[in-house]
């Protein structure tokens, strides 16, 4: 008679399944007795529960979006216009950078601008060839300088609104540049005079100075730093800036709203720069305000690859804490990562994404804030359901110990479906009614005496 044997758990390899709801248990009646051998165990009779199987996954608070504003350029933090814990507007002004090289360059180009209007491009021939190539390195160096400037900008939408108009600008002055070339190979050619070439090298002089104040003053506007998103403040930044775009995708489609590029539902990160006191220099880069989203809160819940199979969309779960234990806040998966994360004792993992419920009577969660998520994965409702502690592993299988007509142990092979805590789901091998051992199954062998 094979004596050894293990008791079966449901508990899963990498989350523990949460206590089972409904689970006043399915036995109808429970009688301890004295087997042959002097050893107790319990025989109860099977019924039918409702068997919930919860996987528990470590977890974080999200914010529905962050957005670090930053100096664009070299200078001095000349104003702070809000004050940490304010709750601000889109596009509410947040502080003012005074970067005297910015405004030397839009003094300049003022003047160059100025200038070639003054000029008219005629007057005095020159070599065109030189002239424009000259052109060309001048304007080359601007839009480089402008790109360098804007690349500083860590607001998504001021930063791309400057790229863009930086690209445009090129294509416009390339177009002004291939005219001049035109015009002075027809020159060359005999079949135009110096007259309409010097015209056109003056249109492309022209066109080039405007475009360099333009950039250049809207490098200056850009010092006037405003919240890209709705939020509340935190003086300095993320020690990364916070406007990386994958995070955009961490809860799905909660990120809806927040500006194209900034950092969509996020954590509180892992350090964090502190601001510059007013009239103290700068550079660019330098975070200035933090921009955060608390309108909506998510969570985002690693869970091992052993249970994410069993993870979809809608289905619900309850979040614990570490700082309001005991504490329950119900979520809803909004959406599951396709690609694993893998963490750092080298297992693998996905993100789960959920909504956030804050109950009335219950703490307000903090972004970044560390939790529990106990995800029902699955539930089974008016099923033959079974102690855990009932079923044990025999021959590679799941076994329970059966009461038969003449009152002796036999070991019967059963199909497990949903796994609580508690309670198992039993899809084959038992009927309702039947006589089980529930307790001290490791004692009883195949015709031991039951009560």
Request: one cysteine or more; a neutral charge.
């Amino acid at each position: 008679m094979d004596r050894l044997r293990q008791v079966r758990t449901p508990l899963r390899s990498a989350a523990r399944p949460a206590l089972a709801l409904g689970t006043v248990l399915l036995l109808t009646s429970l009688t301890a007795a004295s087997c042959d051998d002097g050893l107790d165990v319990t025989v109860a009779q099977v019924g039918r529960s409702t068997v919930s199987e919860v996987v528990d996954a470590p977890a974080s608070v999200t914010a529905r979006a962050a957005a670090t504003v930053t100096a664009p350029a070299e200078g001095i933090l000349a104003r702070l216009a809000v004050t940490p814990g304010q709750q601000v507007a889109k596009g509410q002004l947040l502080a003012v950078v005074d970067s005297p090289a910015s405004r030397t360059r839009l003094r300049q180009a003022k003047q160059a601008l100025d200038a070639s209007k003054r000029s008219g491009g005629g007057g005095v021939r020159v070599d065109l060839s030189a002239a424009r190539r000259k052109l060309d390195r001048s304007a080359r160096e601007a839009f480089d300088h402008a790109r360098d400037a804007a690349e500083q900008v860590t607001d998504p939408s001021t930063r791309d609104a400057l790229l863009a108009h930086i690209t445009a600008a090129e294509a416009g002055y390339r177009q002004a540049s291939a005219g001049v070339a035109a015009a002075a190979d027809a020159v060359q050619r005999g079949v135009a005079s110096l007259g309409s070439a010097m015209q056109a090298l003056g249109s492309a002089q022209r066109l080039q100075a405007q475009q360099a104040y333009d950039l250049a003053k809207a490098s200056v506007d850009a010092l006037t730093l405003r919240a890209p998103i709705a939020g509340v403040v935190q003086l300095g930044g993320t020690s990364s800036a916070a406007a990386s775009p994958d995070l955009s995708s961490l809860l799905g489609g909660l990120n809806a709203g927040a500006p194209a590029g900034v950092a969509g539902p996020v954590a509180a990160p892992a350090g964090v720069a502190a601001a510059p006191a007013v009239g103290a220099p700068v550079s660019a880069g330098t975070a200035i305000v933090t921009v955060v989203d608390t309108s909506v809160l998510g969570i985002v819940a690693d869970v091992d690859e052993t249970d994410i199979l069993l993870v979809r969309t809608g289905i619900s779960a309850e979040v614990e804490l570490d700082a309001a234990p005991g504490v329950q806040y119900p979520a809803r998966v909004g959406a599951v990562d396709v690609l694993p994360t893998p963490n750092s004792r080298g297992a693998v993992a996905y993100r789960v994404h959920l909504t956030l419920e804050t109950p009335a009577d219950a703490p307000t969660p903090r972004p970044g804030m560390s939790a529990v998520a106990r995800l029902k994965v699955r539930e089974a409702a008016g099923v033959i359901a079974v102690p855990a502690a009932a079923v044990f592993t025999g021959e590679g299988r799941d076994c329970v110990w059966v009461r038969g007509a003449d009152g002796r142990a036999q070991r019967r092979f059963v199909t497990v479906g949903a796994s609580g805590m508690d309670t198992l789901q039993i899809t084959d091998g038992l009927a309702e009614g039947e006589r089980i051992v529930v307790r001290g199954v490791d004692r009883v062998t195949e015709g031991t005496d039951l009560p």
